[in-house]
T-cell receptor, first 113, second 113 residues
């Protein structure tokens, strides 16, 4: 079965600092990978998705970026964090065999002060 | 703007009762529908998916889909306090593994012992 790892689990960062969140997946190959953000009082917002190494699609304009340096590694970054970047960041992977079902990792809770 | 709407709740039901959670979506061509459960502070976990009109049962859970009315629901029979969580409805508009999910904001369910 697929296993999704995310780290760190929690992070407190000052405004203007850089960010790097990592997601790795085991038990599958060539998955579709997704980054979501869940802010307080808001629904899950898709930030980026990737269908392969180096292939990134952005869903919303923001000061975040994503990269996929390896097949099962997905990284979310920022050069300068804003207060509005606080939230619960979730990595997701589609089901094995190319299904459209998505499974979520444990998430990273980011607080920007 | 493609939307998925859910009553935010809280929906409170007594233990042993049937909990009924509802979701409407705006895009008539939506293909796939999902229910996730999210405990406080945790990531969403998939309960079930449904693709065709009608009912789909899995244990105490039944998903109901009516594409003509653009409506999907989740019934939880014999509700338990452990079912207390936020339930997220998600819709895949494009279909296929590259279709992205749009999430509702969730309905908070409280099951009282």
């Amino acid at each position: 079965s697929q296993t999704i790892h995310q780290w760190p689990a929690t992070l407190v960062q000052p405004v203007g600092s850089p960010l790097s969140l990592e997601c790795t997946v085991e038990g599958t190959s060539n998955p579709n990978l997704y980054w979501y953000r869940q802010a307080a009082g808001r629904g899950l917002q898709l930030l980026f998705y990737s269908v392969g190494i180096g292939q990134i699609s952005s869903e919303v304009p923001q000061n975040l970026s994503a990269s996929r340096p390896q097949d099962r590694q997905f990284i979310l970054s920022s050069k300068k964090l804003l207060l509005s970047d606080s939230g619960f960041y979730l990595c997701a992977v589609n089901g094995r065999g190319g299904t459209d079902t998505q499974y979520f990792g444990p998430g990273t809770r980011l607080t920007v002060l | 703007q493609k939307e998925v709407e859910q009553n935010s709740g809280p929906l409170s039901v007594p233990e042993g009762a049937i909990a009924s959670l509802n979701c409407t979506y705006s895009d008539r061509v939506s293909q796939s529908f999902f229910w996730y459960r999210q405990y406080s502070g945790k990531s969403p976990e998939l309960i079930m998916s449904i693709y065709s009109n009608g009912d789909k049962e899995d244990g105490r859970f039944t998903a109901q889909l009516n594409k003509a009315s653009q409506y999907v629901s989740l019934l939880i029979r014999d509700s338990q306090p452990s079912d207390s969580a936020t339930y997220l409805c998600a819709v895949n508009i494009q279909g296929g593994s590259q279709g992205n999910l749009i999430f509702g904001k969730g309905t908070k369910l409280s099951v009282k012992p």
